[in-house]
């Protein structure tokens, strides 16, 4: 099975500390490596490296090589300008493709956290099994949820079709965005729903057909690229034809719209986790409700439910703190309630053209 790792967001909920030039899955956000690089440990002990891809913004190709050796220069795709998960996902389809059109491939995140590693490389070898029996399809996988979430998407199953050493395969209902918290309770409840990572597998030339079918204007674009994949022509073909795609999310393009009798459902506890703003690393990292999580100089008295991170030599201290969100960098000190933090993104959008610009 191929691998495709998406490491390209910006990464605006996590700011101070990811930026546009360092983004959050190249910092160190959780210990000592990068959320990028522990996603490449995690894949490790069960797959080949030579069959994972990586896809990322051109802007860091003299980077990331550096940043993870493991994965051959040739198994990075460079996009040449932002254009949304859409596009990206649907370039990774054509360069892979080019040589493993039926090969299943699974897509991945980069910004996540994963505690059962095990598991994690299990299901996806499961899911793995499920394509290459049917590879007009797609699985995708579900984290079974801890609580009524309401800042993820949720996935609706329905009847089990299947089963793989335990493990229940379900047919595919829908996928609800951003739920109230009235309708979280209640898809936490009905225990006929699970959290969406975006994680899938697939195989290429399945993907493309949907691109075909319901973004034809960006299928006409991708394989265009593809045919030109390993020639001299493939960098300038690339930044002809990239940058004139349309930005939209891949939900909204393609995965709304294929018909569900073409998608499978793996639940599973996989102990993940979304890092990408700093309340849902928080809730990633705290052993127990409403514990402190700290990094850094910290002292922190008569407080709780607080992340206090502080990436500088300065001691940070803190006294009857509630809820709160501390972030200590050498340039930024970002200070807000938990509840607050949706706001950080729009914070960072109002900073840009502004002498402050080069703080995003």
Not at 40 to 58: A, E, M, P, Q
């Amino acid at each position: 099975m191929n691998i495709a790792i998406f490491a390209g967001g910006a990464g605006t909920r996590l700011w101070p500390l990811s930026r546009k030039n360092t983004p959050k899955q190249f910092e160190k956000i959780i210990g000592d490596k990068s959320t990028l690089q522990l996603v490449i440990d995690r894949l490790v002990l069960d797959f080949n490296l030579n069959n994972v891809y990586v896809s990322t913004g051109k802007k860091f190709k003299d980077f990331i090589a550096s940043h993870i050796p493991q994965i051959p220069k040739k198994n990075f795709i460079f996009e040449p300008e932002s254009r949304d998960v859409g596009p990206a996902v649907g370039l990774s389809m054509a360069v892979v493709g080019h040589k493993h059109p039926d090969t299943p491939i699974a897509i991945l995140w980069s910004d996540h956290t994963v505690k059962k590693e095990r598991r994690f490389r299990e299901v996806l070898m499961w899911a793995e099994k499920i394509i290459s029996k049917n590879p007009n399809s797609l699985v995708l996988i579900g984290q079974r949820a801890r609580f009524a979430n309401q800042n993820l998407g949720w996935i609706e199953f329905g009847k089990q079709i299947g089963k793989i050493r335990g493990t229940k395969i379900y047919s595919f209902k829908r996928i609800v965005y951003r739920p109230t918290l009235e309708q979280a309770e209640e898809f936490f409840r009905s225990r006929t729903f699970a959290w969406n990572p975006g994680y899938f597998v697939t195989t290429p030339r399945f993907l493309l057909s949907q691109y075909k079918k319901f973004a034809p204007e960006i299928y006409e674009g991708l394989i265009k690229i593809q045919k030109a994949v390993e020639r001299k022509s493939f960098e300038k073909t690339l930044e002809e034809i990239y940058p004139k795609f349309e930005k939209v999310s891949f939900d909204n393009a393609i995965l709304e719209r294929i018909d569900p009798k073409h998608i499978s459902v793996i639940a599973a506890d996989l102990g993940w986790s979304d890092i990408g703003a700093w309340e849902a690393l928080k809730e990633a990292l705290e052993v127990k409700s409403e514990e402190n999580v700290t990094r850094g100089k910290i002292l922190i008295n008569d407080s709780s439910d607080n992340l206090v991170f502080n990436f500088t030599d300065q001691l940070a201290v803190g006294i009857d703190l509630e809820g709160m969100i501390v972030i200590n960098t050498d340039d930024v000190l970002l200070v807000c309630r938990k509840s607050s933090a949706p706001k950080i993104k729009k914070i960072v959008e109002s900073l840009s053209g502004t002498p402050n610009d080069h703080l995003t």
